[in-house]
């Protein structure tokens, strides 16, 4: 008879243990800074009315007293477009730089310091907005920038606290947060406006950046095994399932993602100035190619195992060639209801969110049953989605303005 010498497996915390909680704590960040760069898109409705003139004699005190409440300035629709897109500015330039240097400097600094940053911009943007049109547009600039470090170094994170069986679990819980925030923002900016004016809508968002920025201080650590709080057991998970990764080598997806991105929009706007191809050709080439090649990436992934310089290369080119899409079907909601866009992109966004969160745990419990095979698994079953998609769009897909989207004009005899 022989004698069972294997120690007593340790028990893992598993959903309610700190790794998932700090996932949710970089879920709230993304949350916030997500709400402070959209609630402006909203806000512009009652801070600009052009054909309302002021100063009237017949002016009524309600009106005054709303006029404090909610100040009221003359910024043309030029004016308006560059005050809405200045914050991108800012984001695509802080790209490169952040991903480059979230593997070098700490993660907690940086994130710390620009959701402080991105903060306290939006409790000056009300009072930036009295001096002058230029003050908001600096503001919303750098603010920008700010959410850009929040948004790219974020990802660094996960080198050091995500075991390689639960990233997508915990990727998909902190990234969502850049989804539920134009949801927040669209659900409470009206009633904010109504009863308290505007400026508290950046007032609040401000706040609560501010007070979670706080929170990420005391609570985040760049390394699990320097936290006071995360217990030996989880800590020895974390750290004994992980590898050495290099943080710049982490960073290259995204960076050929954002690099494919902005090609892809030049190279289809040349397409169709130069009557090359019909908007709905453009649509369905530029769909195809950010379904099928990421697809055909995948599916070569997990026969590179021996190749380390492999791996990399096509998971660059999985993420690269994925943002295809951005000149075909993301937009292709512009084409065929220009009126309803936002709300067509809110619905999209949504089923994209659900879809996600139904992958990873999917994922997950593909890893759990089949160790030996899963990541085959996956990238098939990846691939079989894609393909599935890619076909209905293909048969379904229109570029002309819809009959339920065009607007009506009624005529009084």
């Not at 750098?142 to 075991?163: N, R």
């Not at 060639?321 to 009126?339: E, H, K, Q, W, Y």
Request: net charge positive; with cysteine.
């Amino acid at each position: 008879m022989q004698m069972d010498n294997q120690l007593p497996r340790k028990k893992v915390p598993g959903f309610c243990s700190f790794r998932y909680g700090l996932s949710f704590l970089v879920h709230c960040c993304n949350v916030i800074t997500t709400a402070q760069r959209t609630c402006l898109n909203l806000t512009m409705v009652v801070m600009v009315n052009s054909t309302d003139p002021h100063g009237l004699p017949n002016t009524s005190t309600k009106k005054l007293l709303d006029n404090i409440k909610n100040p009221v300035y003359n910024w043309s629709p030029d004016i308006q477009g560059i005050i809405l897109s200045s914050t991108f500015y800012g984001f695509v330039i802080i790209q490169v730089p952040v991903g480059y240097f979230s593997g070098i400097y700490s993660t907690k600094k940086m994130i710390g310091f620009a959701l402080c940053l991105s903060s306290v911009l939006s409790l000056l943007i009300p009072p930036a907005a009295g001096i002058g049109v230029a003050w908001v547009i600096v503001c919303r600039a750098v603010q920008g920038a700010a959410q850009g470090i929040v948004g790219t170094a974020q990802f660094e994170i996960y080198v050091k606290w995500a075991p390689p069986l639960e990233r997508g679990r915990l990727t998909s819980m902190s990234t969502s947060g850049f989804l539920l925030g134009p949801f927040i923002v669209l659900l409470v900016t009206g009633v904010i406006c109504e009863s308290l004016g505007w400026p508290m809508v950046f007032y609040i968002f401000g706040a609560c950046g501010c007070a979670l920025c706080l929170l990420w201080f005391i609570l985040f650590y760049d390394d699990p095994k320097d936290h006071p709080c995360i217990s030996i057991s989880e800590k020895e998970y974390i750290t004994s399932s992980l590898v050495q990764q290099n943080g710049f080598l982490s960073s290259l997806p995204y960076l050929f993602a954002w690099i494919c991105g902005n090609l892809v929009g030049q190279l289809s706007d040349f397409f169709l100035t130069r009557n090359i191809l019909s908007v709905i050709a453009v649509r369905k080439l530029f769909t195809a190619a950010g379904f099928l090649l990421p697809a055909i990436f995948g599916v070569c992934l997990p026969h590179l195992s021996s190749s380390f310089y492999g791996i990399v290369i096509f998971l660059i080119l999985v993420s690269a060639t994925g943002s295809f899409c951005l000149g075909g079907v993301l937009i292709n909601g512009l084409d065929i209801a220009p009126r309803y866009f936002g709300f067509i992109k809110a619905c999209s966004t949504l089923s994209g969110m659900l879809g996600g969160l139904i992958a990873s745990t999917l994922t997950g419990l593909i890893l759990r049953q089949d160790p030996e095979s899963a990541w085959f698994k996956t990238f098939i079953l990846m691939a079989a989605i894609n393909v599935t998609g890619l076909i209905f769009y293909l048969i379904v897909a229109k570029a002309e303005i819809q009959d339920w989207a065009k607007e009506r004009q009624h005529t009084r005899l």
